[in-house]
T-cell receptor, first 111, second 112 residues
Framework: GENVEQHPSTLSVQEGDSAVIKCTYSDSASNYFPWYKQELGKRPQLIIDIRSNVGEKKDQRIAVTLNKTAKHFSLHITETQPEDSAVYFCAATSGNTPLVFGKGTRLSVIA | DTAVSQTPKYLVTQMGNDKSIKCEQNLGHDTMYWYKQDSKKFLKIMFSYNNKELIINETVPNRFSPKSPDKAHLNLHINSLELGDSAVYFC???????????FGQGTRLTVV
């Protein structure tokens, strides 16, 4: 089955700097890669997703890149703000199985 | 107009007891899930239902039994609760495979 590895597990950045979180997946059939943000005590919520027919997608300060050959995908947050502090999860699925999540990255943005 | 709702939000119970968590979605989705989030925040799939039928049952003890009376509801019943069952349990739903999953607010289960 699918296995998703996520790095780093914790990340601290200064406000205004960029943050990058990286994930790798094992199942070459995976074709949908969402990213979720979970604030303390809240539910995970989708912030951006990408499908395997696209290499990059951007939404304001957030971008995701996908390298199908290397089975890597990454989340990029620019101009970080304190409200970006949360746990971020990557996930992958081929559509035949539920989302398989990485172990999460705790992002702290220091003002 | 909550999309996916779970009850209760908090559940504290003694070892050996039996408890249930209810989940309802009003999005018209065909697929519903139960995820367990442990103290290290790892989100692990437990069950997946499509249109009331069990599709996936990961390596979950048979003390956990999901029930889907209709495609808008997926309840989780847990027998003989153990200390290791303490976690946050999230219900989620999606329209179809490989689309956004919407999560409920979670149920924090504490077994003492």
């Amino acid at each position: 089955g699918e296995n998703v590895e996520q790095h780093p597990s914790t990340l601290s950045v200064q406000e205004g700097d960029s943050a990058v979180i990286k994930c790798t997946y094992s199942d070459s059939a995976s074709n949908y890669f969402p990213w979720y943000k979970q604030e303390l005590g809240k539910r995970p919520q989708l912030i951006i997703d990408i499908r395997s027919n696209v290499g990059e997608k951007k939404d304001q300060r957030i971008a995701v890149t996908l390298n199908k050959t290397a089975k890597h995908f990454s989340l990029h947050i620019t101009e970080t703000q304190p409200e970006d502090s949360a746990v971020y999860f990557c996930a992958a699925t081929s559509g035949n199985t539920p989302l398989v999540f990485g172990k999460g990255t705790r992002l702290s943005v220091i003002a | 107009d909550t999309a996916v709702s779970q009850t209760p939000k908090y559940l504290v119970t003694q070892m050996g007891n039996d408890k249930s968590i209810k989940c309802e979605q009003n999005l018209g989705h065909d697929t519903m899930y139960w995820y367990k989030q442990d103290s290290k925040k790892f989100l692990k799939i437990m069950f997946s239902y499509n249109n009331k039928e069990l599709i996936i049952n990961e390596t979950v003890p048979n003390r956990f039994s999901p029930k889907s009376p209709d495609k808008a509801h997926l309840n989780l019943h847990i027998n003989s609760l153990e200390l290791g069952d303490s976690a946050v349990y999230f219900c989620a739903s999606s329209q179809k495979a490989a689309t956004e999953a919407f999560f409920g607010q979670g149920t924090r289960l504490t077994v003492v």
